[in-house]
C-alpha cells in the first residue's frame, strides 16, 4: 500500500481543512494516508512516504508579496534532505496567491523533489478540478 503523508500550516483553520479534503480524497484511491500539522511533524513519516503533500495559508499584503509564513518555512528548514516521497503543494488564500508558491519551491528546492502539482482554495474545500489534479498525480507513479 502506497503511503502519502499531508503536512500542513493552517493560522485559523482553513488549510487544515484542505490537508484533511486532500487526505480524504487519497485514502478513497487506496492510500494510506497521515495528516500532521508542520509542528507535529515526524521526519521518519516523511522520509518514508511515497507522497509528500504539504501546504500553508497565504500571508502577504494580499496584493502582493504573498509567502510561507514562517512555522512553515521552519519545517522545511529542519527537515533533512528527503528524496523519496513525489510532492505537490497547496494554499488557501483570500484574493490572490501571487509569489506563495514560487517562495515554496525555492523553500523545497535541494531539500525535496520538485513538486508537480499545486492546488489552491478560498475556502478549504477540494473542488472537482482539484481530484482530478490528485488522480493524475496517483497515476503518474
Ligand atoms: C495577516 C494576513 C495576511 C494575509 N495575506 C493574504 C494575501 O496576501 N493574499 C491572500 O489572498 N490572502 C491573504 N490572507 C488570507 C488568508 O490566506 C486566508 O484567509 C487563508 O485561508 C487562511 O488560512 P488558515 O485558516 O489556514 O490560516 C491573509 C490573511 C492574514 C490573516
Redesign the pocket.
Known amino acids: 500500500m502506497k503511503k502519502a503523508i499531508v503536512v ?11 490537508g484533511e479534503e486532500i487526505g480524504a480524497a487519497l485514502k478513497k484511491h487506496g492510500i494510506q494516508v497521515e495528516i500532521t500539522s508542520v509542528g507535529d511533524c515526524d521526519f521518519a513519516a516523511v522520509a518514508e512516504a511515497d507522497y509528500l503533500l504539504t501546504g ?11 509567502h510561507p509564513d514562517e512555522p512553515w518555512m521552519a519545517f522545511v528548514r529542519d527537515m533533512p534532505e528527503t528524496k523519496r516521497p513525489r510532492v505537490g503543494l497547496f ?8 509569489s ?1 508558491f514560487p517562495k515554496m519551491r525555492a523553500a523545497l528546492a535541494g531539500k525535496t523533489n520538485d513538486p508537480v502539482f499545486e492546488l489552491k ?4 474545500h477540494l473542488s472537482a478540478a482539484d481530484e482530478k489534479t490528485l488522480e493524475g498525480f496517483l497515476a503518474d507513479g
Not at 58 to 65: D, H
Not at 121 to 124: A, E, F, L, T, Y
Open positions: 500542513y500550516r493552517s493560522h485559523s483553520g482553513v488549510t487544515r481543512r484542505y500553508c495559508w497565504t500571508s502577504g499584503l494580499f496584493f502582493v508579496l504573498q494554499t488557501t488564500y483570500k484574493l490572490a496567491t501571487g506563495q482554495s478560498r475556502n478549504g
